[in-house]
Each structure stands twice: as structure tokens, then as C-alpha cells.
């Protein structure tokens, strides 16, 4: 069974930190590009981070450039969202996704999607 499991969200203040964390099951993590979207109330779903596990390359989204990093762990199939000095604006349900070979950001391409977790920032 294929399986996307997030882990770590919850409530800040802002200028506070939490780490996400997704473990990934049932599927290879050869070569996938992987990562986190997230949806605000009211918003578009955005991609924030993602990971190819191939070659390691890593995208970041400018707005959480320098305050968010990504990074895997390919031996335990996992990857880890540090969420730094967040802002209320970062409020959302955050999705770990998955998707064949390297990052895309192309929604279609995303093969796989965990539940989501939630992610409060508040003032």
C-alpha cells in the first residue's frame, strides 16, 4: 500500500519554528521528486519545497526562501520540511506529494499525495 504520512504540524506564534516530516511507503524513493504543497483558506494550492532524490537537487519557494529547508533521508524513505521563523501568512495544510523521477512543481505530475497536516501561525 502506498502511503504518504505527515507528521509534525501544529500552532506557533509568530517567529516561532516547526519541522514537518513525511514518511513514504509501498512505492521506490529512487529517483522520485518529493516534497510539500500547501493550501491556504480561500487560496490556490501552492508547491513550497520539493526534493529530487536522484541528484538531490532542491527547489524552494521565494517566499520561504531562508526561512525553510528541505532535506531527505533516502535510506529511511523520508523528508523533512524546517520551518523557520514562520509568519502568519504561512498558515495552510501542508501536503507531502510525490512524483516520478525529479521535481516538476506540475501538480499532474504529482502521483502521490499524503492527507495533509495543519500548519497555524498566529500574530
Known amino acids: 500500500e502506498v502511503q504518504l504520512v505527515e507528521s509534525g504540524g501544529g500552532s506557533v506564534q509568530a517567529g516561532g519554528s516547526l519541522r514537518l516530516s513525511c514518511a513514504a511507503s509501498?512505492?521506490?524513493?529512487?529517483?522520485?521528486?518529493i516534497g510539500w504543497f500547501r493550501q491556504a483558506p480561500g487560496k490556490e494550492r501552492e508547491r513550497v519545497a520539493c526534493?529530487?532524490?536522484?541528484?538531490?537537487?532542491?527547489y524552494i519557494v521565494d517566499s520561504v526562501k531562508g526561512r525553510f529547508t528541505i532535506s531527505s533521508d533516502n535510506a529511511k524513505n523520508t523528508i523533512d520540511l524546517q520551518m523557520n521563523d514562520l509568519k502568519p501568512d504561512d498558515t495552510a495544510v501542508y501536503y507531502c506529494?510525490?512524483?516520478?523521477?525529479?521535481?516538476?512543481?506540475?501538480?499532474?505530475?504529482?502521483?502521490?499525495w499524503g492527507r495533509g497536516i495543519q500548519v497555524t501561525v498566529s500574530s
Open positions: 506529494a510525490a512524483e516520478p523521477y525529479q521535481c516538476t512543481g506540475y501538480s499532474p505530475n504529482i502521483k502521490y
Open positions: 509501498g512505492f521506490s524513493f529512487d529517483d522520485i521528486g
Open positions: 526534493i529530487s532524490t536522484g541528484d538531490g537537487s532542491r
